[in-house]
């Protein structure tokens, strides 16, 4: 198979032709030279040149007039057009933006060729060759825009059918677009995989790019061409700054503090204490020449302190409430180089890195001051590239990347065992086991307390390489811009994991253990038994493209293309009776995904243009999915033992002590003796036994989830420098993960703490027990694409005015609705009864459906103030959906505590608790809370001679101090937490907060 795809992509390589630009992180620009009578102009010299850089490319035009430079670095150029009895022309201030491709159509006066007419106009601002559906995000947006956490993140979600998401996460911000989670995206800087192949893009890119070291972002949410794939949310396509001829470079510096930062909700309501927080945010970037014209280096340097806000109150037991600060901080470096060796090849350089240690991080609806976790990053991205001219109509790029993290989650109590552990972010292997000797969690009805479980090392290691060439072919029948490429890239990841290493304790209340109070005992009791978990996975994937941009006239182009992709993931597949040959794990060979995009100019003019296509995308498979085959097996060195096993023990919650014998203890402060003894009898340390937790079996069908795309739109350029545009958006995802139980019980009554029983109900698992084994006892999940799919329909407006006379605005909106049975890899259908998966019942919006997202924003320098400038955004979104229920009965019986409500008004009791929910029943029936939050900037900015200037600003976050709320608990057996609002958004809720920054550019 190996010898096939390498077959397949050096034939594709020999065959002919394409620049994979936007995945390059590169740009082109394409026209036609005629006289002033409209006729064509063949051998034309252009010369195409980066005016900060001096980095030229040389072409010659076709038979019909037609040229292309393919390949370029993204910048501001100046083309020079020159012909035997015509006039020289000198076309200057041209912006090419990553990923785009510039028409710029030429014409020469009759003359000597030593007169030459200098020419500077702006770049067209509606792209007349793509269907793609997405904006750029210029690095001046970027620098001069408000954000409270700097990312560019927030400024992705200003693009139509994109969605900011702020994490809990330091540094971990990321965006969701076409109504799916935010891990289906792909990253892509400088043309290489910025991506976590364990987690995809949950977590943003796999390395941060600071703001200062990016040049511009393409966000591409629909109909990308054939050299994309693997995402079924947006592309993310940016570039950073490189040198130039002149030495540049900025100093900045970002400080708050707790004076001009208000409390937050939850801190102001219940009067607690104001927490300590403060930031400081510093650093700089410097490029210039080595060699003028040949040589360049880039290099920039970004230092980040802070303390964010976190608060939480819990109503039953108000002692645990609190109001604090996380502790957390980042290193981020970027160094690069760019090298003209000859006029026909460039290399590049460039390497990302950043270490960023967060403590006392409470990140979740249930954390307390008491189960903080924390985690330590080292994350680096290093590309590099050589681009070859071939011909005048053809050029070559080869890339080589590497992507690498090494993390450690853990927690607080652990990192205190041990000074090596205190602050490590390459840690002693020995760390994983000491999680163990820590005292047990304990899982009261709405919080947790006393320790955390978090102990794991995520390692990724990625290794890629690129391969494309291009051929621009004129005059054969329309104008081509063809591209082929191919990609092959190998992941190694390893997860050694401990969580839950110390047990967790669950309670049927938030009443205090009370030794000598029956109701107070615990009612559950798991742990990670025999062992750590440590495993490898790697996996390979071929990906092959082409496309053409076939210009039939102008004014009229197609787009066609095709791309496959091969993902191979060896898992052995073990105890697996679905599989006759545990070596054969499944292999999706026919993802072949075309592609056909129709742009049409109506008015001839370059101001407005139809654009619609149809594709197949398929969808990445997250590694973090299928590494539960390598652990959860029948027989496991290390699973998750629940006690008792199929149901909570009804004791206390009938007032009685347990009959578990784990449960039964005088204390829960630590594990006593008697019951680490009982738990070391059942799993010796070292030895692999019986999985009586959850095991995850693979399909052998199991294929690449795939959506496919349909998009029709319209643009126009309505004044110079504004455009607006309407596109709708239709997809349909389909062979997507869900993942039934083939063990799923039935509970012996309608009670949570009924037992249940397993009747192996398709009939698979008992005739594959070997004598004497034992029947299967708990969840057998089947990980397969047999049954989940999903819709979305969008309608994306915006309107943009691009930065001239002093301002600029951009304002989107997105009326979408996401649904399906299945959202994540992971989902698994909850309402299922035997072999009915209730398919008609579970299919609901999707958790991340919003309805309404809109977000204005824009910048400008006041006129006659010499140098005061104002910018702002707002973000709008509307409410998610949740499910009212009640987990304190099973009206199934199918062992699964998730029964949604009947349709109807529902209210909460508590304080900040919302009123008359409409409820229409089912999965995700009612709404959560909508986001609204406004930032601004005033500045002054001072020219300090002709190259210098220093920015003086202040900035206000969240100007309305609106509090932003997570969707409430929908679980009505909770009547203390029920539809209570009691999480903030990313934990800080981003309270207002005033901000002074500083920077000199030069």
């Avoid at 990906?543 to 095709?562: P, R």
């Avoid at 083939?742 to 009924?754: A, D, M, Q, S």
């Avoid at 204005?856 to 006041?862: C, K, L, N, Q």
Wanted: aromatic share 10%; proline share 5%.
């Amino acid at each position: 198979m190996c010898r096939l795809a390498l077959g397949l992509a050096v034939g594709v390589i020999l065959c002919a032709a394409a620049p994979s630009l936007a995945q390059q992180g590169t740009a082109e620009i394409v026209g036609r030279v005629t006289d002033t009578q409209g006729a064509v102009l063949p051998g034309v010299a252009i010369v195409v040149t980066n005016e900060e850089t001096g980095v030229y490319r040389e072409v010659v035009t076709g038979p019909d007039g037609s040229y292309s430079t393919a390949h370029i670095v993204p910048g501001r150029y100046r083309i020079s057009a020159q012909l035997a009895g015509f006039r020289g022309l000198d076309r200057r201030g041209i912006s090419v933006s990553v990923g785009g491709t510039v028409t710029l159509d030429l014409t020469l006066d009759v003359g000597a060729v030593a007169e030459t007419v200098t020419v500077t106009a702006e770049t067209p601002l509606v792209d007349l060759t793509s269907a793609e559906v997405g904006r750029h995000i210029s690095g001046a947006e970027l620098a001069e825009l408000p954000a409270a956490n700097r990312s560019y993140m927030a400024f992705v979600g200003s693009v139509p059918g994109a969605q900011f998401v702020p994490t809990t996460g330091f540094l971990n911000d990321t965006m969701l677009a076409n109504g799916q989670p935010a891990a289906a995206n792909n990253v892509v800087f400088d043309g290489a995989g910025n991506i976590d192949d364990l987690r995809g893009s949950n977590v943003g890119g796999q390395a941060r790019t600071a703001n200062e070291s990016i040049q511009e972002v393409q966000v591409l949410t629909n109909q990308y061409e054939a050299e994309f794939g693997r995402a079924s949310g947006a592309v993310i396509n940016a570039v950073t700054k490189s040198g130039t001829n002149q030495f540049r470079g900025s100093a900045f510096d970002f400080f708050t503090g707790r004076a001009v930062t208000a409390k937050d909700y939850f801190a102001r309501v219940n009067d607690l204490d104001k927490p300590q927080v403060s930031k400081q945010e510093w650093g700089g970037t410097v490029g210039g020449p080595i060699v003028r014209n040949k040589l360049h280096f880039f290099a920039s340097v970004e230092r980040l302190v802070q303390n964010r806000n976190q608060s939480k109150t819990y109503p039953n037991r108000p002692e645990f409430s609190f109001s604090t600060n996380d502790d957390v901080s980042a290193w981020n470096t970027l160094w690069r180089i760019d090298h003209q060796i000859s006029a026909n090849n460039t290399w590049a350089f460039r390497w990302l890195r950043e270490s960023a240690p967060q403590f006392n991080v409470l990140d979740g609806a249930r954390d307390t001051v008491q189960s903080n976790d924390d985690e330590t990053d080292l994350d680096q991205t290093l590309v590099g590239t050589l681009t070859s001219v071939v011909s005048n109509t053809k050029v070559n790029t080869v890339r080589l990347s590497l992507t690498k993290e090494h993390t450690t989650h853990a927690n607080e109590r652990l990192r205190a065992l041990d000074p090596a552990y205190a602050t490590c972010t390459v840690c002693p292997r020995r760390m994983i086991q000491d999680q163990s000797l820590l005292p047990p969690i304990l899982a009261y009805l709405s919080f947790n307390a006393q320790a955390d479980d978090t102990m794991d090392f995520s390692l990724d290691d990625s290794y890629a390489l690129d391969e494309t060439f291009s051929w621009f072919i004129p005059d054969k029948l329309g104008r081509h811009d063809t591209k082929f490429g191919a990609r092959f890239s190998y992941a190694w990841i390893s997860n050694p994991n401990n969580s839950n290493g110390n047990g967790t304790y669950s309670f049927a209340s938030d009443r205090a253990f009370n030794a000598a109070d029956a109701s107070t005992y615990p009612e559950r009791f798991s742990i990670r038994v025999p062992g750590a978990l440590d495993y490898e996975l790697t996996s390979r994937v071929w990906e092959l493209y082409a496309q053409d941009k076939w210009q039939i006239k102008n004014g009229l182009t197609l787009s066609l293309g095709v791309r496959y992709d091969l993902e191979i993931i060896p898992i052995k597949e073990e105890s697996n009776p679905l599989f006759t040959d545990p070596d054969k794990y499944p292999v999706d060979k026919n993802n072949v995904a075309p592609r056909l995009g129709v742009v049409w100019n109506p008015d001839g003019k370059g101001k407005s243009v139809v654009r619609g296509g149809y594709g197949v995308f398929y969808d990445r498979t997250l590694l973090g999915t299928v590494d539960n085959f390598l652990f959860d097996t029948k027989f496991s060195r290390s699973f998750t033992a629940i006690f008792p096993q199929t149901a909570a023990d009804p004791g206390p919650s009938s007032g009685r002590l347990p009959s578990e014998f784990v449960l039964n203890t005088p204390t829960v402060s630590q594990l006593t003796p008697a019951v680490r003894a009982y738990l070391n009898a059942l799993f010796p340390a070292g030895t692999v036994r019986r999985n009586t937790g959850t095991v995850t079996w693979d399909d052998p069908e199991r294929t690449q989830p795939y959506f496919h795309q349909l998009t029709v739109g319209y643009e126009r350029e309505v004044l110079p420098g504004v455009s607006v545009s309407a596109d709708y958006v239709r997809m349909l995802g389909r062979d997507q993960f869900f993942n039934p139980n083939l063990n799923i019980g039935t509970r012996v009554n309608t009670t949570r703490t009924g037992t249940v029983t397993f009747t192996d109900p398709y009939g698979i698992l008992n005739p594959s027990l070997a004598p004497g084994e034992e029947q299967y006892s708990g969840v057998v999940r089947l990980l397969t694409t047999k049954y989940g799919h999903s819709n979305y329909d969008a309608l994306n407006l915006s309107v943009e005015k691009r930065y001239s006379r002093n301002w600029s605005l951009r304002g989107a909106y997105s009326l979408g609705y996401s649904r399906g049975i299945t959202a994540g890899q992971t989902d698994t259908p909850q309402l299922q009864v035997g072999t009915d998966l209730k398919l008609d019942q579970y299919y609901a919006p999707a958790n991340v459906d919003r309805r309404h997202t809109a977000v204005i924003s824009g910048r400008t320098e006041i006129p006659k103030t010499r140098g005061v400038t104002l910018s702002g955004a707002l973000r709008m979104l509307s409410g998610t959906p949740f499910t009212i229920q009640d987990t304190n009965v099973d009206p199934d019986r199918n062992g699964v505590l998730f029964d949604p409500l009947p349709a109807g008004t529902y209210s909460g009791t508590s304080a900040d608790s919302l009123q008359n929910v409409e409820n229409k029943g089912g999965r995700n029936g009612a709404r959560g809370p909508g986001f609204m939050e406004l930032d601004m900037r005033l500045g002054y900015r001072a020219k300090l001679g002709s190259r210098r200037s220093l920015d003086v600003f202040g900035e206000v976050f969240n100007v309305t101090n609106h509090a932003n709320f997570t969707n409430p608990s929908g679980d009505r057996r909770n009547t203390a937490d029920f539809l209570r609002l009691s999480t903030l958004v990313a934990t800080t809720g981003f309270p207002r907060q005033a901000q002074l920054g500083l920077r000199l550019g030069f």
